[in-house]
């Protein structure tokens, strides 16, 4: 059996809904890193997850960010965030998803990133489309910096590292109309498919927090990359940068000014 996008759709739905199950209790925070958090919710969800995968698809190779890589065949991947936006979750506010993806020979072919709280689900299967709630999106038109509304996020080693990107982050400042800071990053790359967002940078950003994102892009008509306009962003260190065609050459010789900082 190979999985299809209702398949996808279907587990990331049940996940969103154990979340939601917790949203807004007491929760058992754990420090991954100093400001790097995991609830207890996280491993629900996670266990839910690759209980049905691996059940379903025994030999397939599953990516998590609780469980790190649990190794299978070589062709079969899954990418599974069980909540991007942890932060955000452990503190109340409503910007959280579930975000699965699954690849064929490195290539993702489907995509589902879930907003538990809204009920809106991302979906897109490789030259296929991508859709909000089964409705076609498509990315924005802007093609202007001082017109576009950007999102970008922020690695978790942001005190110790050099690679903070906060150089970016002012640069930018001065010349979008706005930029935004939301806290899922899987979030953060399905409203530019959505075209709500025009633009998407990060680094230091995990696979399994782009992996559907990347392909929901690229079915709305956008592109994505790394820094150097290569499209291998699966390699370390992980980088993303994500927009409509116009703007995503302007983001690039932005950020390549900055030396990616
Ligand atoms: C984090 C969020 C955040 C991004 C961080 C991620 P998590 O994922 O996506 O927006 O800036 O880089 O680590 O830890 O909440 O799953």
């Excluded at 587990?11 to 609830?39: N, P």
């Excluded at 691996?54 to 030999?59: P, Q, T």
């Excluded at 498509?138 to 005190?159: C, I, N, Q, Y």
Aim: charged letters at 20%.
């Amino acid at each position: 059996m190979t999985p299809d996008l209702d398949y996808l759709v279907r587990i990331a739905t049940h996940a969103g809904e154990i979340l939601m199950e917790g949203y807004l209790q007491q929760h058992e925070i754990r420090h991954k890193g100093r400001i790097d958090l995991v609830t207890e919710m996280d491993g629900r969800s996670e266990q839910y997850l690759l209980g049905e995968i691996r059940r379903d698809f025994k030999d397939h190779t599953i990516v998590t960010e609780e469980s790190g890589i649990l190794r299978g065949n070589q062709v079969a991947c899954w990418f599974i965030d069980p909540l991007d936006g942890t932060a955000n979750y452990a503190h109340g506010v409503p910007i959280f998803s579930v975000t699965v993806a699954y690849a064929i020979q490195n290539r993702i072919v489907l995509g589902v990133t879930l907003d538990p709280t809204r009920g809106q689900c991302f979906s897109a299967e490789r030259g296929k489309g991508a859709f909000l709630n089964g409705v076609p999106v498509h990315v924005s038109a802007t093609r202007e910096l001082v017109d576009a509304m950007l999102v970008t996020g922020f690695p978790t080693d942001l005190k110790k590292s050099e690679k903070n990107n906060l150089d970016n982050f002012s640069s930018f400042l001065m010349q979008v109309q706005s930029i935004r800071r939301l806290g899922s990053a899987a979030l953060d790359i399905a409203y530019v498919a959505a075209g709500w967002l025009d633009g998407y940078w990060e680094i230091g950003i995990h696979p399994w927090d782009i992996a559907a994102g990347t392909l929901l892009v690229e079915e709305a008509g956008g592109l994505v990359t790394d820094l150097n306009g290569e499209t291998d962003y699966f390699k370390s260190p992980y980088a993303l940068v994500t927009a409509n065609p116009v703007l995503h050459a302007k983001l690039l010789t932005m950020l390549q000014s900055t030396n990616g900082r």
